[in-house]
């Protein structure tokens, strides 16, 4: 039988020895099924199921953290020439844990064969 990670929520408890960077209101950790070398998680602190129910605060508190970690993902790998950021809002858009949960991807040249539109 599969573990449900929303039943505990595994994003409201924060394991210290995952983090990369956290503030007041959120915190940012790699992902455990990466896209690439590096994808992260920045989740804000108070369960909230989706990116629209953010208030302005927490907003400005992923961001910063975005901005670190991608900073960070820059310094230890030089091959990294682009990112996606992105948010599944709802099953029907791939969301599989419902706390809030933005994904910073980073992206190497070559790592598609046609990056064009983004990730799908």
Do not use: W
């Not at 959120?26 to 992902?31: E, F, K, P, V």
């Amino acid at each position: 039988m599969v573990k449900d990670p929303n039943k505990p929520c595994i994003f409201c408890k924060i394991r210290k020895e995952e983090l990369q960077f956290e503030n007041d209101l959120a915190y940012s950790s790699t992902d455990s099924y990466p896209v690439s070398k590096f994808h992260s998680l920045i989740i804000p602190k108070r369960h909230v199921d989706n990116y629209f129910d953010l208030k302005n605060e927490e907003l400005k508190a992923c961001n910063e953290l975005i901005l670190k970690t991608k900073e960070k993902i820059l310094k230890e790998d030089p091959t990294v020439k682009g990112f996606n950021i992105g948010t599944n809002i709802g099953k029907t858009a791939g969301q599989s844990i419902t706390h809030c949960h933005i994904h910073l991807i980073p992206r190497r040249e070559q790592d598609v064969q046609n990056p064009q539109g983004g990730v799908r």
